[in-house]
């Protein structure tokens, strides 16, 4: 079983910059894949990163060049470091664990936290 607490949420201007942790429990944390998404009102959930538990990352085409996800096993922790951040990032951003190799999939991730709102003002 695993927890997964979301925090660093907020209200930005357009262009600026907001960075995301996610907290784990568990002992097995380095073993999962993690993993971003987000769901704007209204819209379903989307994928926004992953990283593999070797650092391998991978990204929504929205997001590229924009975001970086990144993770400390020694903390239990992934980030999402989000830069030049636009109005239509705006949205509840979830944490996500699931297997090894858990990719862009909602159905790849077994775990989920429960939520932060980032809101980006035009």
């Known amino acids: 079983q695993v927890q997964l607490v979301e925090s660093g949420g907020g209200l930005v201007q357009a262009g600026g910059s907001l960075r995301l942790s996610c907290a784990a429990s568990?002992?097995?944390?380095?073993?999962?894949?993690m993993g971003w998404f987000r769901q704007a009102p209204g819209k379903e959930r989307e994928f926004v990163a992953r990283?593999?538990?070797?650092?391998?990352?991978y990204y929504a085409d929205s997001v590229k060049g924009r975001f970086t996800i990144s993770r400390e096993n020694a903390k239990n922790t992934v980030y999402l470091q989000m830069n030049s951040l636009k109005p239509e990032d705006t949205a509840v951003y979830y944490c996500?664990?699931?297997?090894?190799?858990?990719?862009?999939?909602?159905?790849?991730?077994?775990?989920w936290g429960q939520g932060t709102q980032v809101t980006v003002s035009s």
């Open positions: 996500a664990a699931g297997g090894a190799w858990a990719s862009r999939r909602v159905s790849d991730y077994n775990y």
């Open positions: 568990g002992r097995t944390f380095s073993s999962y894949a």
């Open positions: 990283i593999w538990s070797g650092g391998s990352t």
